[in-house]
């Protein structure tokens, strides 16, 4: 029910907050919560202290929970706690958990940055620059900003929140899994849906709602040979070469247009309907946009929406990497005794993970044996993960649809991703509540110099927030 | 023509110098003349300064050449000195050329060795331990032991020597092939044949002359497509992979039985004729030495004569690895945007380098194009060099055989190699001369515990000397 003199309330107290907002996200880009450095665990914990300070300011109730220690290169550490937060229980309203995390990637100048990462940067643009600023700490503050300015209009809030923020989803969420399902009957309990802001647009202009995100088998290929690495002069055409078996074998993964061999793989792919297709007709997504993103014109795909169904609703196989081969620069012959060949295959509905492992395995070993070669194959499924969907037009969605459209004066774009947010199958499985993805982050921020390419995690970061949309997710259209 | 009281006054004193030849040894192994080493390179030129001493004692003219400096690690380095000496000048003599080097490769007693790698251990067995003892000091100061024993029996060295003792053996032999070809016709002008003692019989009784070595066409193979790494979720499915794209290509180079599929490769191969199959047929070689050797029973022969032709007189082809993908441990979903596969063809007479060149370019562009990627595909050819081989029925090999057969009472094996030694094709190819390798190290050093594998160099590094064969492989049967 949309109250519009309410609203209109709210927007213009957010537009007169705008300088306390940016004030606010500076505060906390400026503590380095690095999760994955020893010498940085003070400074998550320390962004956890600065959150909740703002929660009681805001009247939210909190617990911060203990989920134990770990160990970190060799050091055991306490892990950051979990904020859960609890605001509102108004019995005739909705209760959204909201989710997001504290901690944040490492980042130096020198991989990159145009300003000083920790120390936040604004743009003539007016576009904030520092790390964590879209991922994630603008978006979490974002909710909280979206309570105070509530406050300060004196409007109700429109939903009941519970929000869980962590301290480790940069370093592979360790101890959150459990709490969720510890939690789902209890902390969580009259949670009616949950919306997660940790990702990004599909363009520059349009927000969007994300429903969809593929999963992943990940898989590691041993072939061993000789008990040791051998001289290819002495050696060479003398044993079976480990790496001339994994060449062969992997060189019937795939094809170069993309297409998996593995028998039986592609079966249970989901077809696509009408009403999906709709959906990709409407995309605001150019080719000169993906070309950008990928630097170069190697498309397999000459339509935007086949990319988007290829990126986001079918299979793909890639080859990652060679274990044990010689990969630095320069030349060495070398014959490596033991080779361990890495790919991963990203999954989409309805497959299932185990059947995929087993497909895989068998595959491999049928094609290994047709080798002919004495040497050993071991196949080893690393982890996986299933793919997630959730119903884009659940009331969830709907009202994320209405508030951006109010805000933005356009219909948000219906994504969905290539790549894996695993928490987004976790509540949806602990919960068994539709899940949406709200992202916040530009997408072009990774199509423009702005671009952080952090190459230990392997991960796009963009980190660059535009002043004007940066708090207004929020419309609470629910 | 063979003085037979002369040698057996030759064979006594060597006999009853032997511990002071071990000594002499001792010391040269106790300085650690590591060429590819900074630190050490003043140690390299101080065992420069030991040999001349000891050329100085037994009257070997000799000239320090200064071959310049060179960069290592960006420092600028004087190169150490290639020592040329002359030995006895009588036109009725024939003339050798005798070819060594100081240097050696790095050694840690935590790289597996049995004792410290710099102080040399006698074993119970007589078995003489210590980096560079084989490799190559031993066999350069026994042709000095050799010349200092026919002085104290006061019999006549049976030869003019030329000498060429080098010190950069093990970091590329920079300097050396310029002062070869200079010196053909000058200081090297009347040598009659060359003799190198810088590698290892086949088996463990029976020393052997080594009449060939196969050459080598190293290439590195760039499939470039995106201009940065993409995540693979992200772009998975979307962008054509030159991973994919080089697991395809390389699967078309060698099959698991170790057949160049390359087209025209196998064309030029020197057919096998009867007499070279002879020599096969009296080689002391088992299968079980073989297994011993790879540590694994992953041959692809299953015959010692196939084995052994397929290492020495069948060229091969072994991929080595890839630069620009995944190589660590763990998993990384990274989609690599440009990498570099490494192979290496081992050549054999009667193949052109410049034709495999050739041949290896015009098929891997043609197997690219079959693929219908849009990546780039680079074929670099890194460097090659042609296969050597020498007429072993040539005097040079003949005197060496009579020498070894005096002295072992048995005919040595003849055998040639998988690996190359480059310095062997620059003397034949400078000096028109027959060139001999008379190896000391004994084959089954890599057989044993006492093998050295150095990883960082890829090279068997055997490092043992057998007390009572040490200086005798000068039996100077010329
Ligand atoms: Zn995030
Ligand atoms: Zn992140
Ligand atoms: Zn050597
Ligand atoms: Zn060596």
């Known amino acids: 029910m949309v109250n519009t003199e309410a609203l209109e309330k709210f927007y213009k107290t957010v537009e007169q907050n705008q300088d306390d907002y940016v004030e606010r996200l500076r505060e906390a880009v400026a503590i380095p919560s690095i999760s994955s450095d020893v010498e940085r665990r003070d400074d998550v914990v320390r962004m956890s202290h600065w959150l909740t300070s703002l929660f009681e300011k805001l009247g939210i109730k909190y617990e911060a929970r203990d989920v134990g220690s770990h160990i970190m290169d060799n050091v055991e550490l306490k892990l950051p706690p979990i904020i859960l937060g609890t ?50 700490k603008g978006p979490i503050i974002g909710w909280l900003n979206a309570i105070e300015a509530h406050q300060n209009a004196e409007i109700e809030f429109p939903v009941n929140l519970k929000i869980c923020f962590e301290g480790m989803e940069e370093n592979g969420s360790e101890g959150l899994d459990e709490l969720i399902f510890k939690e789902a009957d209890k902390y969580f309990k009259d949670v009616d849906a949950v919306c997660i802001s940790d990702n990004y647009w599909l363009g520059v202009t349009k927000p969007c709602l994300t429903y969809g995100l593929r999963g992943i088998c990940a898989y590691k290929v041993a072939i061993s040979g000789p008990g040791k690495d051998l001289h290819s002069g002495v050696f060479g055409g003398t044993v079976h070469e480990p790496m001339t078996d994994l060449f062969h074998l992997f060189s019937k993964l795939v094809t170069p247009q993309g297409k998996i061999l593995i028998t039986g793989v592609n079966d249970d792919v989901a077809p696509l309907d009408d009403a999906e297709l709709q959906i990709y007709k409407s995309l605001e997504f150019s080719m000169s946009e993906f070309h950008s993103a990928i ?18 609703r079918y299979p793909s196989l890639s080859i990652h990497g060679i274990e044990g081969a010689f990969s630095s620069s320069g ?20 497959m299932d993970p185990k059947r995929v492992n087993e497909l895989v395995a ?40 209405n508030a951006v459209e109010r805000v933005f004066k356009c219909k ?3 994504t969905r991703e290539g790549g894996s947010i695993p928490v987004t199958l976790t509540f949806q499985d602990a919960l068994k509540k539709n899940v949406l ?34 708090d207004v997710n929020l419309g609470c259209g629910y």
């Not at 030349?331 to 509905?349: N, Y």
């Not at 690393?382 to 649809?401: F, R």
């Open 412 to 414: 948000p774009d219906l």
């Open 437 to 470: 993805l709200l992202p916040m982050g530009r997408g072009d921020d990774f199509l423009t110099k702005l671009v952080f390419w952090d190459r230990d995690k392997g991960e796009d970061m963009t980190e660059v927030v535009e002043k004007p949309f940066y």
């Open 295 to 312: 630097q170069s014109k190697t498309n397999i795909h000459e339509s935007e929406i086949e990319i988007l169904q290829y990126r986001w």
């Open 87 to 136: 605001y509102g229980n108004d019995p005739n309203k909705k209760t959204i958990l909201v989710y997001g995390h504290y901690d944040v990637q490492p980042a130096l100048l020198e991989d990159g940055w145009s300003s000083k990462p920790f120390d936040m940067n604004e743009t003539p643009k007016g576009q904030l620059i520092g790390r964590g600023a879209s991922d994630d």
């Open 331 to 350: 030349f060495k012959t070398v014959l490596p005794a033991r080779v361990i060949g890495k790919f991963s295959i990203r999954i989409v509905p309805n």
């Open 362 to 401: 068998k595959y491999l070993n049928d094609e290994f044996a047709k080798l002919g070669s004495k040497n050993t194959l071991n196949v080893e499924c690393l982890h996986s993960a299933k793919a997630w969907i959730a119903n884009p037009n659940h009331w969830n969605y709907v009202a994320a649809s």
